[in-house]
């Protein structure tokens, strides 16, 4: 009997290390494990053969869902590759679905949050917590969420649909700053997949000015004449590419355009700095069929900053030539529409939609210096007209994120948000000059420009609310607090911790 259950715990301690060693060891790449998987396609083709359309999907949807946000919640680099491209594609399926797909980057980021809770039981490393940084992000996502509680929000829902993308969405940066703290590799890999996907909106946003948009994406636009009106002006019809509107496109590629350009000027040869010049043109070109006015005026601030940050006689040289050759394209005068929607970016004294902002500004100060607090999450914009349609507030035309956090945060959000995009740039600052290795100051002083000019953006529009921007900016901001650790001069600061995410 004992020899018996012996041979039985013998022939299961065999079956589990061969089922380990074919999963996990060898990844099914075996006559074994290509069996296994051809036996299983049987029953699931047998599955599609008896459902329709959308239940095929679904079902495949599951199928490949679930081993991608299981290797998500085991490698956090991995998923934050994910959550940017994720950004993207949900952020143009959106326009043709009314199901709940956007709640697939929340599950990304929830799998992200559990599995470096999860890594922690093991490395118990927490110095990517302990940075300014990390402590102001932490404070600025502990207000929104202690915001549930503000006596003068009028809806619990508001606050609930809103908080995710002011707040929430941070959380990608506390497991960005945990993965990729330590692993140079997941980092690069990370930055020019963001980089590949910039690229990709640029030549679709190329293709679409001169080949023209789908069938399905003119019906999109033409179902509503709201939208119809933003997406059509000065008889000229704005480029959205990939994303949701042509605002977040043009700034996306203003800030795109200047990041090729920090990268240009670092280390490389002649090849890497020609496809960087190329692409930044391409980038640019994509960023004036927009017509986003925001995004033209963010180029010559981001070349200024820039400029700040280097200060030596090359990129003066270069960048005095640029400015020569931009004051004279805004001044001289023409009929073409997009060069004149251009040019009245540079004068906002004449612009109606500038003075219209100023107008409303002066309007809410009052208010938002009599409530501290905030109106609450949610009580402007879309989630206000859906929620509190009774609200005064809820059509009240705020346009800048600034005005935004001002009436539904207070004046105490209002400062909180401004220290953290002050922290933010500060840090990028900070390390820029401290770094020795030449393609790490080149990337500080790329990222540390797309913050900036994306803060200036965010005095005109919501900027760094829409996606795929809010994901990417976490991401960048993850990368201000890591760079530093691959860097000579941080040699000695970076964590010991030999063990990659």
Request: proline fraction near 4%; aromatic fraction near 14%.
């Amino acid at each position: 009997m004992a020899n018996g259950q012996h041979t039985t715990s013998g022939a299961i301690a065999h079956m589990k290390h061969t089922l380990w060693a074919e999963v996990v060891t060898k990844r099914l790449n075996s006559p074994l494990g290509l069996l296994v998987l051809l036996l299983c396609m049987v029953p699931i083709s047998l599955l599609f053969a008896r459902l329709d359309l959308k239940g095929s999907m679904l079902v495949a949807t599951i199928i490949l869902g679930i081993p991608v946000v299981i290797y998500a919640l085991m490698n956090p680099a991995f998923n934050l590759g994910l959550m940017a491209v994720s950004a993207l594609v949900v952020t143009y399926m959106l326009r043709y679905t009314a199901a709940p797909i956007g709640t697939f980057l929340d599950l990304l980021i929830l799998v992200g949050v559990v599995g470096v809770l999860l890594r922690q039981f093991q490395l118990r490393d927490w110095s990517f917590m302990q940075h300014p940084l990390s402590y102001m992000v932490m404070i600025w996502l502990c207000y929104n969420l202690l915001q549930v509680l503000n006596p003068w929000a009028q809806s619990v829902m508001a606050w609930l649909y809103t908080v995710r993308s002011v707040a929430i969405l941070q959380l990608v940066f506390f497991v960005g700053a945990f993965a990729l703290r330590n692993n140079r590799k997941a980092l690069d890999r990370v930055f020019y997949l963001i980089m590949f996907i910039c690229f990709a909106c640029a030549v679709y946003g190329i293709k679409q000015q001169f080949l023209g948009l789908s069938d399905a994406e003119m019906a999109w636009i033409q179902s509503d004449p709201e939208r119809y009106q933003l997406y059509y002006q000065w008889n000229l019809l704005r480029i959205p590419s990939f994303c949701y509107d042509p605002t977040t496109f043009g700034i996306l590629m203003a800030c795109f355009s200047m990041l090729c350009v920090a990268l240009f000027f670092g280390p490389g040869g002649y090849v890497r700095k020609g496809v960087l010049l190329l692409v930044g043109i391409m980038a640019l070109m994509s960023m004036t069929f927009t017509g986003t006015r925001t995004a033209f005026v963010l180029i010559p601030l981001g070349a200024f900053f820039y400029m700040g940050l280097y200060l030596n006689k090359k990129v003066l040289i270069i960048a005095g030539l640029f400015g020569l050759v931009f004051t004279a394209f805004v001044m001289k005068s023409t009929t073409i529409g997009v060069i004149h929607r251009f040019q009245s970016a540079f004068t906002p004294s004449k612009d109606d939609s500038m003075n219209l902002r100023l107008h409303n500004q002066k309007f809410i100060q009052p208010f938002i210096q009599q409530n501290p607090i905030g109106a609450g999450l949610g009580s402007c914009g879309i989630w206000g007209k859906r929620f509190t349609p009774n609200s005064w507030l809820s059509s009240f035309p705020h346009d800048s994120s600034f005005v935004r956090m001002g009436v539904e945060l207070g004046w105490i959000g209002l400062i909180l948000y401004s220290l953290f995009h002050f922290m933010v740039v500060y840090t990028g600052i900070h390390y820029f000059f401290r770094c020795t290795d030449p393609l790490i100051k080149a990337m500080y002083a790329g990222i540390t420009t797309w913050c900036f000019m994306l803060v200036v953006a965010c005095y005109a529009q919501e900027a760094i609310l829409q996606q795929p921007m809010n994901i990417i900016y976490n991401i960048f901001i993850a990368m201000l607090l890591c760079l530093k650790n691959f860097d000579p001069a941080y040699a000695s600061l970076a964590t010991s911790s030999s063990q990659k995410p």
